[in-house]
């Protein structure tokens, strides 16, 4: 990586957003206002709709960012992606004039982060949910069924995944109305109607998928990482009580629909590259359409999760762990998926799975940090946890950082509003 | 219903396309020609596109038809989808002269069915399939499970479902590929990759959601069947070894997601109106959430499967059933499906679940058909069958019939290809 790399704009050094990151967002001037595609940098939004116009991107096809998605540029290919990304670190460099020297083009093509409004910067056709923690499959397996045997026999043998609810995939400040519906508290009664009373969120990444494949046609693992743009922070909100009572036999379905919440800065895999690192051993070794041919197949990300209470003057740390405990890979988890002859899509969202290290202070759910509701987490300002209460803000940051350079993916954050008041009861 | 309803066309006394019937599709003249929607009459297809051009359709907004999904028709709700059909109705009703008298419009407006090429006809943005035949999980549970507990406890107190694979829903006539992943032949080994070897279907139906709701914003059971478009036939191809290995805990993945094939006519709730039923009797009474004010909340909707063996002649028919005997309504399905909040999209397909009726002949799989293998079913030229083979076509079949009046389904098709030849090995 070329540490020497500086841009012109004065770049604080804890920021995620360096000239060595460049990560993709919508956004727009006003609430309302035209939605268009965007860089990160510093506390800067580079808008690439209006450096497109002046022809200054110089990208096949197109044009591609004057759009409310990102989805024709990431389908346009790696080629216009590593264009891009390349132009835009050009024009944003402290060597290059035309940027740097030219104070009206600055002013109608930089805006400040703080005030802008960012979007979802995604049209997601499919949301697909992996549990590659091995971490957190073993913790919720010791909890809810047999701690001799928590991890379950496949587990260790293949990526386990399931389909979730593209429609709910929400961006970062949006809020969340606490769900209702079944739960069980008695289980010599009948289930009843209530609002959820277990709320947690779950800290995952996802991957967004920038290549398609044919139906039929799977991804073999030597093509997996092509098909992968980038990724972004994902709180999987999840409702515990109803998911402990509807997920035999077919999986959560209500308990996680209701919302999943993304940062809305796509990080690429191109400003992660700096920071791969490698995968934990497996063993046993994966059957071969599993077998990646390079072990440094992961990457190396801080992640932190904090809750902010309605009435604190400032957030809790409850979480730092990192991405590169996750058992399985990015590549492994999409091979797997269209081993079947799945298709993928561009903008499809792959999460990771909650993701916990190997303590208690890096679990990635309260449901693991507060043990089932055992161990109460005690907030900045002497209220405590066991899982999210209503006005509660959670907060997801992410970064890699490496010889003094930092990559990293802001925050995704979302606050928790009260349950709907429902008129029929049951 | 008005029985003295005839069209100026001649319309065969068994053909599923009634003048009552009039099921919208999207079709094109040649396989790479202009995708536009048309409705099924007869043998014909009456191009929708070419009257709303020729201004013989009166909507409000538009234009709809010359596109190639009915997305934007749905959308426009339904006031539009009653004017259509009444005004389609009308056009095809022998009092009418516009059509019938005008030999050069009917040359442009009508095609035969079997001439032209059909498609899917939706762009599906999710895909939720419920479980909702007390008799197929009965009978999955007898199986899998515990013969005396085979229901779980959830199952008669909501209706469980799960998210399914959007990406790939694919039209009748097109081809699945026999999906290979991780099977695991022998409970004392590691599972190895192969082919699928026990590859099913699964009859269902599935109905189209016609109005969205908004995240946070549950559809309540009164307001249910206003979002509820049309049904088509669903086949949910299932690869039940797959299945066993990869489901529990987070449900189906690979086993469901390589392929559904849909009917290519979605047949409106206008036009099955008149085969209303009453759903079964509902014990435990559901929670006041999914309790409907009517009991007619079904519908009298014979079902049938049949396979055709690559050397066979004719086709075999495996299976006879109703819709009538499925457990819970629609409207108790989408109202179960956003009462977290989850939001719905036009297009969205909801399947039913494998539609299993009382008998053996009346059940909607495979594995219930021949009972886990053991019970061998005998097709037309000789050959047995537990599962289906490569070279087979599963034919589903609906109809609805009263009063000496059909409306019908047409046929979801599909052949199954032998698996690909993948050159890794374990």
Redesign the interface.
């Known amino acids: 990586m070329d540490t020497q790399l500086r841009s012109f704009l004065t770049i604080a050094a804890d920021s995620d957003f360096s000239i060595h990151n460049l990560p993709y967002g919508i956004f727009s001037e006003t609430k309302d206002g035209v939605r268009r595609a965007g860089v990160a940098i510093g506390d800067k939004v580079l808008d690439l709709a209006a450096l497109e116009e002046a022809k200054l991107l110089t990208l096949t096809g197109g044009p591609y960012f004057n759009k409310p998605t990102l989805n024709d540029f990431i389908e346009s290919g790696r080629d216009n992606w590593t264009a891009a990304r390349s132009q835009v670190q050009s024009l944003l460099s402290a060597e290059t004039a035309t940027l740097r020297d030219d104070e009206q083009l600055q002013a109608k093509v930089l805006f400040d982060q703080s005030s802008v409004c960012l979007h979802l910067p995604l049209h997601v056709?499919?949301y697909t949910d992996f549990?590659s923690s091995k971490e957190h499959a073993t913790n919720v397996g010791t909890m809810f069924r047999d701690p001799k045997n928590a991890l379950?026999p496949?587990w260790t043998?293949?990526p386990?995944?399931?389909?979730?609810?593209?429609?709910?995939i929400?961006v970062s400040g949006q809020d969340?109305?606490r769900?209702?519906?079944?739960i069980k508290p008695n289980a010599d009664e009948?289930?009843?109607?209530s609002a959820?009373r277990r709320l947690d969120f779950e800290l995952e990444t996802a991957f967004v998928v920038g290549k398609p494949n044919h139906?039929?046609?799977?991804i073999s693992i030597d093509d997996a990482w092509e098909h992968i743009f980038g990724m972004v922070l994902l709180n999987d909100w999840s409702?515990r009580d109803?998911q402990k009572?509807?997920?035999?036999?077919?999986?959560?379905?209500?308990?996680k629909?209701?919302?999943s919440s993304i940062s809305p800065w796509i990080v690429t895999l191109d400003a992660l590259a700096p920071f791969k690192t490698d995968l934990p051993v497996q063993e046993?070794k994966p059957?071969?359409?599993l077998r990646e041919h390079n072990s440094d197949t992961t990457y190396d990300i801080n992640l932190s999760v904090e809750i902010l209470a309605e009435k604190a003057d400032e957030p809790t740390v409850v979480c730092n762990t990192n991405f590169k405990h996750m058992y399985w890979s990015m590549a492994q988890q999409l091979t797997?998926?269209t081993?079947?002859?799945?298709?993928?899509?561009v903008g499809?969202l792959m999460g990771s799975g909650t993701i916990s290290g190997p303590t208690p202070d890096s679990y990635g759910s309260m449901l693991e940090i507060a043990w089932n509701a055992t161990k109460p987490v005690t907030l900045s300002n002497g209220e405590t946890r066991t899982f999210i209460e209503d006005g509660d803000t959670v907060i997801m940051k992410g970064y890699s950082e490496k010889d003094g350079i930092r990559v990293g993916f802001g925050e995704v954050r979302g606050t928790l509003l009260p349950a709907?008041d429902?008129k029929?009861?049951?």
């Open positions: 056709p499919g549990y379950l496949n043998e293949l386990v995944g399931y389909n979730g609810r593209a429609s709910t929400i969340v109305v769900p209702s519906g079944q009948r289930p009843i109607f959820c139906i039929g046609q799977p409702a109803i009572w509807e997920y035999v036999p077919l999986g959560p379905f209500n308990a629909t209701f919302a046993p059957l071969a359409y797997h998926h081993i079947s002859g799945c298709s993928v899509q499809d709907l429902f029929f009861m049951n």
